[in-house]
T-cell receptor, first 113, second 115 residues
Framework: NAGVTQTPKFQVLKTGQSMTLQCAQD?????MYWYRQDPGMGLRLIYY???????DKGEVPNGYNVSRLNKREFSLRLESAAPSQTSVYFC????????????FGPGTRLTVL | AQTVTQSQPEMSVQEAETVTLSCTYD???????LFWYKQPPSRQMILVIR??????QNATENRFSVNFQKAAKSFSLKISDSQLGDAAMYFC????????????FGKGTKLTVNP
């Protein structure tokens, strides 16, 4: 099993450009999450999806949109990138168990110039 | 809103020694879960250990153990027999029961292991 995969690993954008970050999991998890990590900060939730076809805003949703394409895939889109969106982006999926642990992808380092 | 505080931005330990990383949190919930994640230079977030709030017994995973003090809202991580591979950022995280099941993270502690 690959677990949670993310593409691309690195990306540089110019202000105003758009792009989509891709995430997929092969663990048959229902819930998936997008977080961002900024220097000196812990991870903050952008959006999450409790199941296929549903999405909800997290703590910092402004400037982002998401799509839960199917049970495996959850994408994050930046319609008009801004320098404030320079960050490392993590996708995670949640195992349904007593602890409901979240498993993370390797992250995408995004720089917006 | 729940918050998680890690008061030690950086810590260092000698190889084979023991180190304790601190974490406190603020919540009005009685049922919740706590986690420690390790983030090495590869950036991968790795789950180290987890604790249920209603379990009095402290969790242990090999060389990693926690000291969970519910009344004090404290959840410290002890690493015994430190190894060079333990060098990483360590994040404490809180999850409430139900709802989005989102994780609330502290800002992290950078652990250096000296040979």
């Amino acid at each position: 099993n690959a677990g949670v995969t993310q593409t691309p690993k690195f990306q540089v954008l110019k202000t105003g450009q758009s792009m989509t970050l891709q995430c997929a999991q092969d663990m048959n998890h229902n819930s998936m999450y997008w977080y961002r990590q900024d220097p000196g900060m812990g991870l903050r939730l952008i959006y999450y999806s409790a199941s296929e076809g549903t999405t909800d805003k997290g703590e910092v949703p402004n400037g982002y949109n998401v799509s839960r394409l199917n049970k495996r895939e959850f994408s994050l889109r930046l319609e008009s990138a801004a320098p404030s969106q320079t960050s490392v982006y993590f996708c995670a999926s949640r195992r349904e168990s007593t602890y409901n642990e979240q498993f993370f992808g390797p992250g995408t380092r995004l720089t917006v110039l | 809103a729940q918050t998680v505080t890690q008061s030690q931005p950086e810590m260092s330990v000698q190889e084979a020694e023991t180190v304790t990383l601190s974490c406190t949190y603020d919540t009005s919930e009685s049922d919740y879960y706590l986690f420690w994640y390790k983030q090495p230079p590869s950036r991968q977030m790795i789950l180290v250990i987890r604790q249920e709030a209603y379990k009095q017994q402290n969790a242990t995973e090999n060389r990693f153990s926690v000291n969970f003090q519910k009344a004090a809202k404290s959840f410290s991580l002890k690493i015994s027999d430190s190894q060079l591979g333990d060098a990483a950022m360590y994040f404490c995280a809180y999850r409430a029961q139900g709802g989005s099941e989102k994780l609330v993270f502290g800002k992290g502690t950078k652990l250096t292991v000296n040979p």
